[in-house]
């Protein structure tokens, strides 16, 4: 109950400072607290901008979504009004009578951190939804992604703003979650070359996402940011980074006529340094927007998540991780707040430049990870949830569906 006052406390004082901030209403000619990246929207993008502009409060989702704006292009001044004004008087509901918080699922608990470093721009942007359950009106599930634009922000941005959204709205989510992910992608690179066509972009993003469901775990990714496992305090391998150099990626852009060659690095028409992204326009087919997907079952003996862009995990192998969590960890008696703080500093200080983004995604109390053993305190879920097998079939070559049993620990040896 004094955890429950704490944070029901800790709420009011934010909606106060909020509301104090705000000074609603806005008014048609005043200024909007944020700057919106376009002057237009389609109507397939409205949900995602006003769940960004409302930090995804899904009480919001239906009744502004589509209230009172022009079901043809959109203004966003206008919506952003509307959502601000809208948040605000929610707001001020609450402050009069805060809402009964009641949690049929606990959240994963999360450790975040992100850096511009030495880079002129931070390009990086992340998402963490650990109730997806709320903002979706579903059950049992979680959503993580990092995402690593270049050439600008715009598509790392938009990439946030509308993956998970493009992801809900797919016909098969319910039964295939992992091909949901792969039309997600794709759906969101193409809106967003249109996009770019329009407004003259010239920039991608890579991007990896997690999705949880129960007790499976799907990955899926475009790409060089890339996401690992721990399981009983060893490094499992998930997926493998879309990089120019990777043998089936470069017979693939060789035989769309391109070429592979070194410029400092392993690029595309020695250009971009990797061969897939969401946007690029001007660099596909060659650099394609079709995403990989795994999925693993999951049995409860998994520790974490790590998942990061390549600032991180091109200066720190997935040991050198895993002892700076199990350091932490020991020196801080499970508390997990600055974990992702720390893996951050070890990228920087193994001399990375690059913009860094580290979300640490804890599968289980913290402090079961701490001696790698089965934890009496894991996440209900784990404890209760059938185990869903999945399917081995193939879609496109680009699927790989592993059991448990194939996870196999990360090679030490990252040049392969």
Known sequence: MAASAN???????????????????????GPLP????????????????????TGALSVLRCAVCRCSIDRRAKEVV??????????????CVWLKSFPARRRTHPYYETSIHAIKNMRRKMEDRHVVIPDFNSLFNLQDQAFFAVFDGHGGVDAATYAANHLHVNLVR???FTQDPGEALRRAFKLTDER?????????????TTGVVTFLRGRTLHVAWLGDSQVMLVKKGQPVELMKPHKPDREDEKKRIEALGGCVIWFGTWRVNGSL??????????????????????????????????????GFYDTVSPEEAVRVVSDHLQENNGDTAMVAHKLVASARDAGSS???????????????CLCGKRSAQF???????????????????????????????????RSA
């Open 78 to 91: 206008k919506l952003a009004r509307l959502v601000f004004n809208t948040l605000c008087e929610i707001c």
């Open 192 to 204: 967003f070359v249109q996009k770019a066509s329009r407004e003259t972009l010239r920039c991608g």
């Open 34 to 53: 944020m700057r919106p990246l376009s002057d237009f929207i389609s109507e397939d993008e409205v949900e995602g901008e006003c769940l960004d502009l």
């Open 379 to 413: 996440h209900p879920r784990f404890l209760h949830a059938p185990v869903r097998q999945a399917s081995p079939r193939s879609h496109g070559g680009h699927v790989s569906h592993l059991k448990q049993d194939t996870h196999k620990p990360i090679n030490q040896d």
């Open 7 to 29: 944070e029901e406390k800790t709420y009011r004082r934010f909606l106060e400072l909020f509301l104090r901030e705000m000074r609603p209403p806005l008014q048609e000619d």
């Open 170 to 172: 797919q016909e098969m």
């Open 273 to 310: 340094s990797v061969s897939r992204a969401i946007g690029d326009s001007e660099h596909k087919p060659y650099i394609c927007g079709d995403a990989d997907h795994s999925v693993f079952p999951l049995d409860g003996l998994e520790d974490y998540l790590i998942l990061a862009c390549d």
């Open 354 to 368: 690059d913009n860094i983004t580290v979300i640490v995604v804890f599968l289980r109390d913290p402090r079961g």
